[in-house]
């Protein structure tokens, strides 16, 4: 998994808006939250990234931030994608994702997506009730293609 490229590009592109909200062209779903545990490597944050929809797929990776080397380690990956049938399967090795185009698009898509989303403002750390994770970044839809009406009644 380390020498994965394409991960890593997806999860360069990703943590770029560490604590950030922002505005996807795609309006897909983006979330880093990191992972509280009870026993913590001192200098060492356990994060999950979590991109795209239950419908056309997504990707689910979880890294490892140490601030003693300043380094970002990838360790898990779940890549969704429907499957011949239409019917979305996970993909967890290296070998299944590199070998199912479907897969690769969806990361190149999703590398491009990211590297064009806007940055709207700053994102409070928060944790949702009864969560083990402290959301750090997420992705607002867009309104774009939307019409505002403004009722002079309201």
Aim: charged content about 25%; overall charge neutral; aromatic content about 8%.
């Amino acid at each position: 998994m380390k020498n994965d490229k394409k991960l890593y590009e997806f999860l360069k592109a990703a943590i770029q808006y560490m604590d950030n909200e922002i505005e996807l062209e795609s309006n897909n779903l983006f979330r880093i939250d990191g992972i509280c545990y009870k026993e913590e490597v001192e200098g060492q944050h356990v994060y999950h990234i979590k991109y795209g929809t239950s419908i056309n797929g997504g990707i689910e990776l979880y890294y490892v931030y140490s601030r003693l080397n300043d380094a970002n380690t990838v360790n898990g990956v779940v890549v969704y994608v429907k499957n011949k049938d239409g019917k979305i399967e996970s993909l967890t090795s290296s070998e299944e994702i590199n070998n199912n185009p479907k897969a690769i698009e969806l990361i190149d898509n999703a590398i491009a997506d990211l590297n064009k989303a806007k940055v709207l403002g700053y994102c409070i750390p928060k944790m949702d009730k009864g969560s083990y994770l402290v959301r750090h970044s997420m992705g607002v839809p867009s309104d774009k293609g939307l019409k505002r009406t403004i009722s002079k009644n309201n």
